[in-house]
């Protein structure tokens, strides 16, 4: 199925994304907007690694993940001290232990990031990224299809951009229809 790997969360002015587990990231995404009370992405911060080794084990348990499953949950925002836009990471593989990341310009999963405007060349970089994947055995790939949206997070707000859908989207989406309609039968 296709599924948002990220979203914004206004009055934190943060975006909160996810790799590895499905919905995970979402679930966390839930429970920051909607059970805390949070300032801000530094105070997030604060609260995220124990919060999240409380969820991991539960959705383990509710999901029947097997204990080498692995996923990691990224939070962009706007620092409520310094307007600085700051970024974290929280693997599963660390025990969700915070990891403040440099700021700049990455991508997961791996692939070459080409000079100029990123969100033109967003296509050409998840094609490249779909190509590197289908060279993985299936266990070890990440899927990308369905459409492409980019964040774009200022201190003033965040933009979410539809780039368009990959080329394959409408053959994606009626394997998902007829899987749904075959598991479901």
């Not at 296709?2 to 587990?21: C, E, N, V």
């Not at 969820?55 to 990691?72: I, R």
């Not at 700021?103 to 490249?128: D, F, R, V």
């Not at 980019?150 to 229809?177: H, K, M, R, W």
Request: charge should be negative; proline fraction near 4%.
């Amino acid at each position: 199925m296709f599924t948002s790997k990220a979203s914004y969360i206004p009055h934190l002015k943060t975006i909160i994304a996810g790799t590895g587990a499905g919905g995970f990231a979402n679930k966390w995404l839930y429970d920051a907007t909607n059970r805390m009370v949070i300032k801000g992405i530094r105070n997030l911060d604060y609260h995220t690694p124990e919060a999240l080794r409380k969820l991991w084990q539960e959705y383990k348990v509710e999901f029947s993940l097997p204990e080498d499953f692995t996923t990691t949950v990224y939070q962009f925002g706007v620092c409520e001290k310094s307007g600085e836009i700051v970024s974290f990471a929280y693997r599963s593989t660390n025990n969700f232990e915070s990891e403040q990341l440099q700021y700049g310009t990455a991508a997961k999963p791996e692939c070459s990031i080409p000079e100029g405007n990123l969100i033109e060349h967003l296509p050409q970089i998840m094609q490249e990224q779909r190509i590197i994947q289908s060279n993985k055995p299936k266990s070890e790939r990440v899927y990308i299809g369905g459409e492409i949206f980019a964040y774009y997070l200022t201190s003033e707000g965040c933009n979410c951009i539809n780039v368009g859908p990959f080329d394959d989207f409408e053959e994606q989406e009626q394997q998902i229809s007829d899987n749904f309609i075959t598991n479901n039968a």
